[in-house]
């Protein structure tokens, strides 16, 4: 017998149940209370390479993956994360990285100039150590201005190591990094100077210890070289140096974080690089990082950019006069020479 619609009430509706569940949506996120503290060391398709219970005899390699509520969360190598999950470390294992604590420091870099997109490159460094040759292959002071800008903006000390000494004298190439106090480390190689047969490598081990560092220079110029004699075991490729383009053949494919010997800290290999793009960079904040110009800069005209063709710029009487200190020429031109090449890219000067 049909019914009519006045016959129908509320218990006659039919309610589809949800596939889903019946449990509530929710924004609040779990805490993860019991995470573990862990380094990352490496990246490799989606998957991070970490270290837990550092300096201690529960140290152990843990390997990731990135919780989704991280999202894009940029992970690099330095980075302390919290873990949950399988952390035994056993082969075959997997945990989560849920926390990406608070970074001293993030180094960054951009394909070009005009291409703001920010590469990461490590986190929580203290030092950025650039690795030029002073011969095959040439150096090239592009780079190393490049470096030295990006390593002020990140707030990076930075140390300057020149290898092949015994092809050329650093001196010359010296002279243009004087004014800004750049300390520097000369390196060759030699029979009868230890083990690794590399003089300077003590020095180089001093500035390094109980810091955490990051190398950068150019493929060839003897990064890897350097890294296998500071990290026993290390086995990193070393290249050579191509006869016709002067350049080196790239052998590190990837980042990869290293305790140094007797738990004296870290050293992050990078692959060697063709350009240093600083497309994230503001002009403002290389002339933050001279506060001695800095200060007399407030008297250029708005909108300067206190280059050597800037009309009206105050900076060049000022220090004329002396009010940036007897060093004043010198820093004022080493910082022109920075300030234009964060305003532009050639990778033949690089």
Not at 35 to 48: E, F, L, N, P, Q
Not at 226 to 240: E, F, Q, S, T, Y
Not at 245 to 265: C, E, N, Q
Request: proline content about 6%; hydrophobic content about 40%.
């Amino acid at each position: 017998m049909r019914r009519s619609a006045k016959d129908f009430d509320e218990s006659d509706v039919r309610i589809r149940p949800n596939r889903r569940g019946s449990r509530p949506r929710t924004k609040d996120r779990p805490k993860h209370e019991d995470a573990i503290t862990g380094r990352v060391v490496s990246v490799d398709r989606g998957r991070w390479r970490t270290v837990v219970a550092e300096g201690t005899d529960q140290e152990r390699a843990v390997t990731a993956m990135r919780a989704r509520e991280l999202g894009r969360t940029p992970i690099v190598p330095g980075d302390l994360v919290g873990l949950v999950g399988d952390t035994s470390g056993r082969d075959g294992s997997l945990a989560r990285i849920v926390r990406l604590q608070e970074r001293s420091s993030f180094l960054r870099r951009s394909a070009d100039d005009d291409d703001p997109t920010e590469r990461p490159l490590v986190a929580n460094v203290d030092l950025m150590v650039m690795v030029t040759a002073v011969a095959e292959p040439e150096p090239r002071g592009g780079m190393i201005d490049r470096c030295l800008v990006a390593a002020y903006v990140a707030g990076i000390d930075a140390l300057l190591v020149l290898t092949k000494s015994d092809l050329r004298s650093p001196e010359e190439f010296l002279t243009s990094y004087a004014p800004l106090g750049l300390e520097h480390v000369v390196t060759r190689r030699a029979e009868g100077a230890g083990e690794a047969g590399i003089v300077g490598l003590e020095a180089l081990r001093e500035r390094l210890s109980g810091r955490v560092s990051v190398l950068i220079g150019h493929s060839g110029v003897g990064k890897s070289t350097l890294l296998n004699a500071l990290v026993p075991g290390a086995d990193r490729a070393i290249g050579v140096v191509n006869d016709v383009t002067g350049r080196g053949r790239h052998t590190s494919s990837s980042a990869l974080a290293m305790p140094l010997p007797d738990d004296d800290g870290w050293v992050i290999d990078t692959p060697g690089v063709r350009s240093f793009g600083l497309g994230h960079v503001d002009p403002d904040e290389l002339l933050d990082a001279f506060a001695d110009l800095a200060v007399l800069a407030a008297q250029c005209p708005r909108g300067c950019t206190h280059l050597e063709d800037a009309p009206d710029c105050a900076l060049d009487a000022l220090v004329e006069r002396g009010e940036a200190g007897s060093a004043g020429p010198a820093r004022l031109a080493s910082y022109r020479r920075l300030a234009t090449a964060l305003r532009r890219n050639d990778p033949w000067e690089l």
